[in-house]
């Protein structure tokens, strides 16, 4: 049966390259996480390929088909095994700095391979609203994760009020990052970054009202 990009994929097994140990598991699939990333710093999703990624990686085309049919499937798996912000980096010991940290890392994510990777998905599958939906929750909810455990720190500190984390308070710093860094593109100015945390986060959690930081 045809591949999803053209070829056979008796073809693509039989062109393997041989001569070196044959990787299995684990270790083939990190070799191919890591030539896709290095394919998607170099080329950019538009030249993505499948069979660009198994001639780098060193393994038939049929080894990546028999894991993912589409070049949609491996950008995808990608994305959803690449750690998250560092939100351990992000402890300054100071809410205003871990965040300005935390967000940094943020766009930083975006100016590489991750953010070639998500703009191209993000992309190509804007008519799949099943698929577009879930990689959008991905996103967001690996983000949403990082800012937390920088605000749980806050608490902790007793800088900020639990009360003040509401869902759409604690998100809205991520979005404002990604909505820049896919629409106006990276990277994200300092200017724009600390305007975001000043002029937006830091407010909205230190605002005050009930159930809301003094």
């Known amino acids: 049966m045809p591949g999803p990009e053209g070829g056979s994929r008796g073809t693509a097994e039989a062109t393997r390259p041989r001569g070196g140990p044959r990787r299995r598991g684990a270790v083939l699939e990190q070799a191919i996480f ?3 990333l290095a394919e998607l710093s170099e080329v950019g999703y538009p030249a993505f390929s499948v069979e660009r990624v198994a001639r780098r990686a060193g393994t038939g085309k049929a080894a990546l088909y028999r894991r993912w049919s589409s070049r949609v499937d491996l950008v995808w798996a990608v994305i959803s095994q690449m750690p998250a912000p560092g939100a351990a980096r992000a402890d300054t010991g100071e809410l205003r700095q871990d ?3 935390l967000l940094a890392d943020m766009a930083d994510r975006y100016t590489g391979a991750y953010g070639e990777a998500v ?3 993000i992309a190509e599958i804007s008519s799949d609203q099943q698929r577009s939906q879930a990689v959008r929750k991905h996103i967001k909810g690996v983000e949403n994760q990082a800012i937390r455990e920088v605000l749980d720190r806050a608490v902790a500190r007793s800088e900020l009020r639990p009360e003040a984390m509401t869902p759409r308070v604690v998100e809205v710093g991520p979005v404002l990052v990604l909505h820049h860094c896919l629409t106006l593109g990276v990277p994200l100015p300092s200017a724009i970054l600390t305007g975001i945390v000043d002029e937006v986060v830091l407010p ?3 605002r005050r009202g009930p159930g809301c930081a003094p």
């Open 99 to 101: 965040l300005l940290v």
């Open 204 to 206: 909205l959690l230190l």
């Open 34 to 36: 890591s030539s896709a």
């Open 119 to 121: 703009r191209g998905l």
